[in-house]
């Protein structure tokens, strides 16, 4: 079974606007950490946030927001107010305390109109 | 700031060829990994490592091997390369999981095998 899924290949919204893009996730852990990266077209992967499994409150980065349902496995990314630099692709991972590794998601294509 | 470097950007090998993939963080991170990006797949883990000489296959190792003789460098292997092997590799590096120990990638590099 997949670890982490992303079920929106691609995403547009309209600059200034706010976004979703969606990630579940499976683990039997109680223990995981939640993470977004972003991958613009220079290719480089760019940490944005992290949510802990224990974490109660969600997670905010400047004009990033993580909504964490547990009881859901859902640990959606909120933009807010898009600009053009925010055009990109949009990575959830999942980090289990077992196996040490890091899990991958296929990936949102986001593109911001002006 | 950490840094995770690796050593080629592009690459083009022939088929057959034994192609050498190097990276070296610099923050003495335990954890080392390596990630192919094809389009519509994500990321797929081919092998980490969480110590010197140790290793652990992945998703895909099937073509590939690794090498981690020093702490700071991991490098991944392809001992014949095969056209379905090109694609963007990644290396990362990582503390152990513990709170938010983000992974931190390289620049990536982008091979194609002819």
């Known amino acids: 079974a997949q670890k982490i899924t992303q079920t929106q290949p691609g995403m547009f919204v309209q600059e200034k606007e706010a976004v979703t893009l969606d990630c579940t996730y499976d683990?039997?852990?109680?223990?995981?950490?939640l993470f977004w990266y972003k991958q613009p077209s220079s290719g480089e992967m760019i940490f944005l946030i992290y949510q802990g499994s224990y974490d109660e409150q969600n997670a905010t980065e400047g004009r990033y927001s993580l909504n964490f349902q547990k009881a859901r496995k859902s640990a959606n990314l909120v933009i807010s107010a898009s600009q053009l630099g925010d055009s990109a692709m949009y990575f959830c991972?999942?980090?289990?305390?077992?196996?040490?590794?890091?899990?991958f998601g296929t990936g949102t294509s986001l593109t911001v109109i002006p | 700031d950490v840094k995770v470097t690796q050593s080629s950007r592009y690459l083009v090998k022939r088929t057959g060829e034994k192609v050498f993939l190097e990276c070296v963080q610099d923050?003495?991170?335990?954890?080392m990994f390596w990630y192919r990006q094809d389009p519509g797949l994500g990321l797929r883990l081919i092998y980490f490592s969480y110590d010197v000489k140790m290793k652990e296959k992945g998703d895909i190792p099937e073509g590939y091997s690794v090498s981690r003789e020093k702490k700071e460098r991991f490098s991944l292997i392809l001992e014949s390369a095969s056209t379905n092997q090109t694609s963007m590799y990644l290396c990362?590096?990582?503390?152990?999981?513990?709170?938010?120990?983000?992974?931190?990638f390289g620049a990536g590099s982008r091979l194609t095998v002819l």
């Open positions: 923050m003495d991170h335990e954890n």
């Open positions: 683990t039997s852990d109680q223990s995981y950490g």
């Open positions: 990362a590096s990582s503390l152990e999981f513990s709170g938010a120990n983000v992974l931190t």
């Open positions: 991972a999942m980090r289990e305390v077992t196996g040490n590794q890091f899990y």
